[in-house]
């Protein structure tokens, strides 16, 4: 069985920062591709950023956010800083990338519980 599970939320003043942490298990993260997305209420799931052997990110968090992995650990990371309200959103972490765009998130077969991050101004 499959399990992903989300880390390292919580609130923060604009301008700072957060680390998310993705456990997983009954997965081996190496051989594949791995994601991070956020949602709002209301609105669709957003690909925030995928690492294969590269990396890749939505334009808004390119120079923000840092997704990381650690092999032996079987966990994904996401460095956030530079925090802005905007980024207040539940972020999921994903897995078992399916083909297509990988920050589409119907191209992810595993996904965690999901985390709430709050960013006030």
């Known amino acids: 069985q499959v399990q992903l599970v989300e880390s390292g939320g919580g609130s923060v003043q604009a301008g700072g920062s957060l680390r998310l942490s993705c456990a997983v298990s009954g997965y081996t993260i190496s051989r594949h591709c791995m994601a991070w997305f956020r949602q709002v209420p209301g609105k669709e799931r957003e690909g925030v950023a995928a690492?294969?052997?590269?990396?890749y990110y939505t334009d808004s968090v390119k120079g923000r956010f840092t997704i990381s992995r650690d092999n032996a650990k079987n966990t994904v990371y996401l460095q956030m800083n530079s925090l802005k309200p905007e980024d207040t959103a539940t972020y999921y972490c994903?897995?078992?990338?399916?083909?297509?765009?990988?920050?589409?998130?119907?191209?992810?077969?595993?996904w965690g519980q999901g985390i709430l991050v709050t960013v006030s101004s």
């Open positions: 994903a897995a078992h990338f399916l083909g297509g765009s990988l920050l589409s998130p119907g191209q992810f077969e595993y």
């Open positions: 690492i294969c052997s590269d990396t």
